[in-house]
């Protein structure tokens, strides 16, 4: 990866929505695993907000929280303490089918838990289900092409097994599969970490142009800050369950003076 030719940044400006309510609102977040001497915090008081259109990185190294800050914001882990609010309102415990037609993931390994023997069309359509009224077919199939096109795949895919794909078009149609509901906002955790170095950047290069064209928010999370600063609008950078940085991506990476965040940024040849 070049992170030297950073793509120029213009999906914030373009997006006409309303940029000064947040999208998702994160207050004083805590989760702990385990109790006693054995306790885990994995995650500890953590707060910021997403404004609609932005794509925002989450960098840190493994073990810093970031998942499991994920899976919080996914709501498919709940946290110990603290407030998550979509568009101002308290979502924290409320109904999740409703939240997730709003919120989608797409996660490190493509078709994890979905059956390796169902087609391309069946794993997308199943994100269909946390829809209150499902759609006709011709809305089905109108959903599926649109899908597919916002990620740069073909029709022709639909019939295929995963185990068909390659890791790219994997990770593609994982995508296509959380854009099915027109998400507000689009979490992808470590999504090129399973991918030969060459298909990082079109991976990355993808989100962006989904995020251009569609206004979705998108939380990028990666332990690789090259990935976050070539794609991201502003950084949040998580150390051992906090956040200890944030800002525009330009900007703290040109003067930030926190030490974790200097070094992570010494380990990217390009960016010194
Ligand atoms: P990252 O994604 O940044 O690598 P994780 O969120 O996966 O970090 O992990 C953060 C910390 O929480 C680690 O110490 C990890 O071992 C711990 N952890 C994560 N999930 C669990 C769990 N289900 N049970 C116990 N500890 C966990
Ligand atoms: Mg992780």
Redesign the pocket.
Known sequence: MDASVRPSHTGVQKSPVDQTQPLLAVRNLNRTFGSGANAVAAVKDVSFELYPGEIVALVGE?GSG??TLARLLLRLLAPTSGEIQLLGKNVTHGPKTAYWREVQAVFQDPFASFNQFYSVRRVMLSALGVLQKQPTRAERDSRLRTALSQVGLSESLLEKRPYELSGGQRQRVMMARALMLAPQLLIA??PTSMLDASLRVSILNQLKDVRDATGTTLLL?THDLGQAYYVSDRLLVMYRGELVDTGPTEQVVAQSQHPYTRALIADVPTLH
């Open positions: 493994s970031k998942s955790d470590e999370i």
